[in-house]
């Protein structure tokens, strides 16, 4: 049994979110081990892979990859503004996001992967950094507390790699992570999609929206999860009753 100290200690840092219990010390080592599977994965490219298509429209590779380095030292941002309380914006301006990115894309591979490597340890030591209490700080940036930023760093890193479009696919995520992301996306969905969705091993159906004829999606968590977030076709997926299986809303 935990003791009143360690009681208060998980209270402050864990919350839920979305039906899910979020502890931001565990998806801290998701991270950290996403990372690294990502870094092997193109240490392995082509260097003239930088200027190759991504799987996302108009982004490179080396869009991709100076994506999930700006991206982490947003997050870093986020943490420092949590554990100071003094505002750090994830990004200057939407623009300067937009430029830093451009700027980046046409660097050579190996510059690329040191720099994911090296915002990736800001990002780690940002995380170890913070006290129990901070975790609760809100964040306006994301309308949430800190303690989802581990979250949403992990699922940067694990969508973004799928987008590398070089073996790694939504059959490589794990039935937690595709849990997480299909709840994540069913809560944000747009008032005018509505299905229910039953993955396979999952005890209550997930509901999007308020249609009481919406069609009924089944499948494993992994392919529902890449359907909803525009990584997978849904091909293996069913429809009751019998008929197409709709386009789910654009994420990401």
Excluded at 23 to 47: C, F, G, N, Y
Excluded at 66 to 89: F, K, S
Excluded at 104 to 131: K, S, T
Aim: glycine fraction near 8%; include cysteine.
């Amino acid at each position: 049994m935990a003791s009143a100290g360690e009681s208060e200690f998980l209270s402050a840092r864990c919350r839920r979110v979305d039906g899910v219990t979020i502890d931001p010390l565990v998806l801290l080592t998701d991270v950290d081990t996403a990372t690294e599977r990502l870094l092997h994965a193109v240490e392995d490219l082509d260097p003239a892979a930088v200027s190759a298509p991504s799987r996302l429209p108009g982004w490179s590779i080396g869009h991709l990859l100076t994506h999930v380095a700006r991206n982490a030292d947003a997050y870093t941002n986020l943490l420092t503004w949590a554990r100071t309380g003094v505002e750090t914006l994830p990004y200057a301006s939407a623009d300067a996001r937009a430029e830093g990115i451009e700027a980046g894309a046409r660097r050579p591979l190996r510059e690329q992967i040191a720099d994911i490597r090296a915002a990736h340890e800001r990002f780690a030591d940002a995380g170890a950094a913070m006290p129990a209490q901070a975790w609760a700080f809100p964040l306006p940036a994301l309308g949430q507390p800190a303690a989802v930023v581990p979250w949403a760093r992990l699922r940067e890193v694990e969508v973004h790699h799928v987008d590398v479009g070089r073996g790694y696919t939504p059959g490589d995520w794990t039935d937690a992570f595709a849990l997480r992301l299909v709840r994540e996306i069913a809560g944000g969905a747009p008032e005018d999609f509505a299905v229910v969705l039953r993955p396979h091993g999952l005890d209550h159906a997930i509901t999007i929206g308020d249609d009481p004829s919406a069609p009924v999606i089944g499948g494993s968590t992994r392919s529902i999860a890449a359907w909803l977030s525009g990584r997978g076709d849904g091909a293996d997926l069913t429809v009751s009753p019998d008929g197409e299986l709709p386009r789910p809303p654009r994420w990401k």
